[in-house]
């Protein structure tokens, strides 16, 4: 079956290839194969291949860390899901390939939604859900703050906290952005800038912050343990500046705050997480649905068109979707 590898680290183009590997067998008891229909590139596929993500798997290994497929085969015992049943890839299943086996017992059938809206339900909105609902207690009208609020995770934070009945207070770097992101539902969208936790208080009513995400690193850091409360938390999900994070000791002594890096990778190993994964999908699926919970999309590329769109992946406009074969 046809499958993109990486073989080295380095510029796509000299380590990326599309190539035929043997197929799967059939499925084992409580495992099922899938048929993949769209996978995202994500920047975690774009780490993978520079040799920098956390998680690097031995070379040469097939690349993709989610996506959405049908049920090809179901082994002995399997009754969660049926043949011809549209399902999600688990996370960080190489899922850049035509069939995929796996044995998640949280799968489950997937309503007929867009392809590409669907096979980036894995990982991103995974990820705001669970920084959502494990780092800090909150009620009806609480707020949460995030820079990088147009990110993949950022935008998921959105929909998800409205539901929840949260309020958001969203930064971005662009003034365009910020009409976008209230259509998407944002309470607040400041400008990136000077004095950003005084506005954050003014826009807030100094409402107790006890949350804030970050996804940037470098000065923003500690831009956001100037904005939340007392014995609040700054949430590192990621390091989109590249620069080495900065943080106030003074700050974090006396105000008895905390900087607490998450990576989905690490929170998927502990089985006891696994167990609800099919109650948080869903609670997601109705915002996807509804298309409260939505991303962009630069284009959609057959396998045989992946350093097309790794290229465009690159250029972070949009997510590229990759299908094994090609699209009109």
């Known amino acids: 079956m046809k499958a993109i590898q990486q073989v080295g680290y380095g510029p796509p183009a000299e380590v990326v290839r599309l190539v035929d ?8 008891p409580g495992e099922v194969v899938i048929t993949v229909e769209a996978s995202p590139i994500q920047p975690t ?31 002995r015992g399997v009754t969660h899901v049926s043949e011809g049943d549209r399902v999600l890839i688990p996370p960080f299943t190489p899922a850049w390939a ?38 800090a207690p909150f009620g009806p009208g609480d707020w949460v703050l995030q820079n990088g609020a147009t990110s993949s995770v950022g935008r998921a934070v959105i929909p998800i906290a ?22 998407l539902g944002a309470d607040v969208v400041l400008l990136d800038g000077p004095d950003l936790p005084g506005r954050v208080a003014e826009a807030t009513g100094n409402a107790e912050i006890m949350l804030a995400l970050d996804c940037v690193g470098d000065s923003a850091t500690q ?14 999900y990621s390091g989109m500046s590249g620069k080495p994070f900065t943080a106030s000791g003074p700050r974090l002594l006396f105000h008895g705050q905390s900087i607490c890096g998450f ?43 992946h350093l097309e769109a790794l290229d465009t992946a690159a250029k972070l406009g949009g997510k590229a979707i990759l299908t094994p074969r090609r699209r009109p």
């Open 21 to 28: 590997v043997p197929d799967l067998d059939a499925p084992g």
């Open 45 to 75: 596929d774009l780490l993978m291949i520079e040799g920098t993500y956390g998680h690097l798997p031995s070379l040469p290994h097939v690349l993709g860390v989610e996506g959405v497929g049908r049920v090809a085969a179901v082994g």
């Open 98 to 135: 035509e069939r995929v086996k796996t044995g998640a017992p949280w799968l489950r059938r997937l309503p007929d939604l867009d392809l590409g809206q669907l096979s980036m339900l894995g990982m991103n909105p995974l990820t705001a859900h669970v920084i959502l609902t494990e780092f």
């Open 162 to 183: 409205k539901s929840r009945g949260i309020k958001t207070v969203n930064v971005v770097r662009r003034a365009e952005l910020v009409d976008e992101l209230i259509t």
């Open 223 to 236: 831009d956001l343990l100037n904005s939340i409360a007392l014995y609040g938390t700054v949430v590192v």
């Open 263 to 305: 990576w989905i990778f690490n929170w998927l190993r502990n089985s006891a997480n696994l167990c609800n994964l099919a109650e948080v999908f869903d609670e997601l699926l109705p915002l996807l649905e509804s298309g409260a919970l939505s991303t962009p999309i630069a284009g959609i590329f057959g396998f045989d068109q």
